[in-house]
């Protein structure tokens, strides 16, 4: 028999309550946007997969990074806040409302020069993207069920050396589990589960998978940079 959602199926709650206690910030700009999130059902990223991401970016020092999935903006701000001046960040969004409001608040966070919200289908548009424009660092962050169709694109457009981030992969403990499948998700978590073995049996890739947050990769594109 499958459960709805059990939000405790990755990590146990007392491990979360601890790693969210260490892990507070005082930054007000981005509580902000934590509390619009929650307030209006904004999907954004786990306070503990922020603080990954947040590390990611300091160990790595891009100065390129694609995001898939802008939503408010809240993941490109806190990128933005740990990488070099000189990086430039690219964020995909398809949700005309989630442009505006992620363009609002990358201005008044004073990123606009470092950050641009395109308006796209991220499996279309990664196409398009010539193969001189190598990234440093991608993260997937957004439809779940289109990582697989973005896998290669994104693999074409890292620099050797390069990383992506994938975030949501275990899906509520589903991707592990069919004990745990919501049967209405069953599509998305055979898609997910499909997309963990393209990343750990690729050629080019080194991944890593981690029971962080709702589950994330981490794949490091093989070769000398």
Do not use: W
């Not at 999935?69 to 806190?78: D, E, K």
């Not at 001046?85 to 969004?93: P, S």
């Not at 606009?112 to 997937?140: G, H, N, P, Q």
């Amino acid at each position: 028999m499958s459960i709805e959602y059990d939000l405790n199926a990755i990590v146990p709650p007392y491990i979360t309550e601890y790693l969210r206690e260490k892990i507070t910030h005082n930054d007000e700009f981005l509580h902000g946007l934590e509390d619009y999130a929650e307030k209006n059902s904004v999907p954004i990223v786990e306070p503990e997969t922020a603080r990954f991401l947040s590390v990611a970016c300091r160990m790595t020092r891009p100065k390129k990074i694609l995001e898939v999935g802008c939503a408010i903006g809240y993941s490109a701000i806190l990128m933005a806040q740990a990488t070099p001046d000189d990086c430039k960040i690219t964020t995909l969004e398809c949700n005309v409302e989630m442009v505006a409001l992620a363009r609002e608040n990358i201005k008044n966070a004073g990123y606009s020069e470092k950050i641009s919200v395109i308006e796209a289908d991220a499996k279309d548009y990664l196409s398009y993207i010539d193969d001189d424009e190598v990234f440093d660092v991608i993260f997937l962050d957004g439809p779940k069920a289109h990582y697989i169709y973005m896998l290669d694109e994104c693999v074409r457009l890292l620099k050797k050396g390069g990383v992506i981030i994938s975030d949501n992969v275990l899906y509520k403990g589903m991707t592990a589990d069919d004990n745990h499948v919501v049967r209405r998700k069953i599509t998305i978590v055979k898609r997910l589960r499909r997309y963990i073995d393209m990343l750990m049996e690729h050629p080019e890739l080194e991944t890593s998978l981690l029971p962080l947050g709702d589950g994330v990769t981490i794949s490091v594109k093989k070769g000398k940079q």
